[in-house]
């Protein structure tokens, strides 16, 4: 992989009551994608049919292999400017703007594997000279964003009560496109040998794109009420009016899903528009808080907020009105989430260490929900709740530390059982995390540290795939530092990542016919220079 990149930045009138500020950001990444190996051997794991059932007992494939192809990148250009004008009115107000422009492009060909039974081909008994087909995973998409914000900020006093405000206003235009591409076909793969060295090629647009355009204008008010020394309340409202307009082509004369036949007179492979639609609404999103400081060095709290996001809010799409075989329905209701938090925070050994408490709770409504037919219906429901513990500071002042545990439960309140084990499960979410690093600073010149991450098991999703695997284990990984100051001006950094070089899944795919192992063990050693 490769990445490099420029952020040059300058500023015009600091310390007086007038500030202008100039950035600007540059990214380029080249980058090679893996879309993961075969799950063939894991626990859970069963052949996709009885003519395959020689892999239950096959072992599991070498977590190195790579069943891409050299010709698979993954190549994306990020490029922002921002400017932002500060005025102080006066010593407890000041009134901010600030214009942004970003465009993000990135285009990738990935190659994977297509797990099931009807993709394997046994030219042997021999596991070892059997393939799978391989599938082409693309993408060629242009985002740009245009926002402008002007916020004013003012702390002041209405009698006894103390305010400390912001509040603004909005406007944002963002715009994307997915350039269609035509097809590349792949040679299958040897499961247990794969080899990467063919080429086929890079991607080519053939004119069937899906074009987004989101306009959206918004109000905002937040207060911090300071009723007396001891007690706080807050809340706030944000008011968003948007419009989304989109329309997408389709190469006609294909095959598969989402194909569609070429009209009278259009060769095929021509782009035929098959979706020009556009909604408009307003949401309202909101929260309200609560704090009490219990004594100087402790508090609770409790905090509850609405938040909603309109069809197609997170990836542009929108179909029209009573459409079955879509989930961005123009006709359908915003998603709404719910978010609740009760929780207490202490400063502790002098005010050098924190520590953190909370019980949560999130509800999420008008989920969209695939029907028995293929069709989309809105009544879907979940709710993920848990409670967390943190820790973070200085036992001494040469010895930190930073660590956290999260017990939590993500259910399916209505809606389709989505795990594979057929629990309401939520899938690929975790009911336990935790994570610690401890940071001793040994001399004046070198410190050490040390930690361990665990995630727990997950549930995998329910789509109809044969034999893999209905969970992931969970694990346990070690990290560790050492650290060296050769003078004021320069120090290294030696970071061992996996320290046991512990083996272990990191994701899964949907299916589960494929997953991502974890990174191995992994030095990264690391110059700091200060001038």
Not at 195 to 222: C, E, K, V, W
Not at 234 to 239: K, P
Not at 271 to 280: C, L
Not at 433 to 440: C, G, I, K, N, V
Request: charged content about 15%; some cysteine; proline content about 4%.
């Amino acid at each position: 992989n490769e990445r490099y990149g420029v952020a040059p930045s300058v500023a015009f009138g600091l310390g007086t009551a007038n500030r202008l500020y100039l950035n600007y950001l540059h990214v380029t990444q080249h980058n090679t994608p893996d879309g993961g190996i075969p799950t063939i051997g894991l626990p859970g794991y069963s052949a996709p049919s009885a003519g395959t059932a020689a892999l239950n007992h096959s072992g599991k494939v070498d977590t190195h292999n790579f069943y891409g192809t050299d010709s698979d990148y993954d190549d994306s250009t990020t490029d922002t400017a921002t400017m932002r004008f500060e005025h102080d009115i006066n010593d407890n107000t000041t009134i901010r703007n600030t214009t942004r422009w970003s465009r993000v492009k990135q285009d990738y060909l990935m190659t994977a594997i297509m797990g099931g039974a009807s993709n394997i081909t046994q030219p042997t008994s021999d596991v070892n000279s059997w393939t799978w087909s391989r599938t082409a995973n693309t993408k060629d998409v242009s985002n740009k964003i245009l926002t402008n914000q002007t916020n004013l900020t003012s702390t002041f006093y209405t009698g006894s009560i103390g305010h400390d405000v912001s509040t603004g206003v909005e406007f944002t235009r963002e715009t994307q496109t997915n350039y269609g591409v035509n097809p590349v076909t792949l040679p299958a793969v040897n499961i247990y040998h794969p080899d990467s060295s063919i080429h086929p090629g890079g991607l080519t647009r053939n004119g069937a794109n899906a074009n987004g355009q989101t306009d959206t204008f918004a109000i905002y008010a937040f207060d911090t009420l300071q009723i007396t020394r001891d007690f706080e309340l807050n809340g706030g409202i944000r008011l968003d009016n948007y419009h989304t307009e989109y329309d997408s082509a389709t190469a006609c004369g294909g095959s598969g899903r989402g194909a569609i036949t070429c009209p009278a007179g259009v060769a095929k492979g021509s782009p035929v528009t098959t979706v020009d639609t556009a909604r408009s609404g307003n949401l309202v999103n909101w929260k309200a808080g609560a704090l009490y400081h219990l004594t100087e060095n402790g508090n609770v709290y409790i905090n509850y907020a609405v938040s909603q996001q309109p069809p197609g809010g997170n990836n542009f799409a929108l179909a029209q009105s009573g459409s079955g075989n879509s989930a961005n329905r123009t006709d359908f209701k915003p998603q709404k989430a719910n978010t609740s938090e009760i929780g207490t925070k202490w400063q502790v050994l002098d005010k050098r260490l924190l520590l953190t408490a909370a019980l949560f709770r999130t509800d999420i409504e008008n989920e969209v929900e695939q029907n028995d037919d293929g069709t989309y219906s809105q009544y879907g429901k979940k709710r993920v709740e848990g409670y967390e513990i943190s820790v973070a500071g200085n036992i001494t002042p040469a010895w930190q530390v930073i660590g956290g545990y999260t017990q939590q439960k993500a259910t399916i309140k209505n809606g389709k059982d989505v795990a594979q084990d057929g629990s309401s499960s939520l899938p690929y979410t975790p009911e336990h995390a935790f994570t610690l690093w401890s940071q001793y600073q040994a001399t004046d010149d070198i410190s050490v540290g040390a930690g361990a991450r665990y995630i727990g098991s997950m549930h995998k999703g329910s789509d109809g795939a044969v034999g893999t695997p209905a969970f992931t284990e969970g694990y346990w990984v070690a990290d560790a530092k050492l650290g060296y100051r050769v003078n004021r001006n320069l120090d290294f950094q030696l970071n061992v990542y996996n320290l046991f070089d512990t083996d272990y899944v990191a994701s899964i795919n949907k299916s589960g016919y494929r997953y991502h192992p974890g990174e191995p063990r992994t030095f990264l050693l690391t110059a700091n220079m200060h001038f």
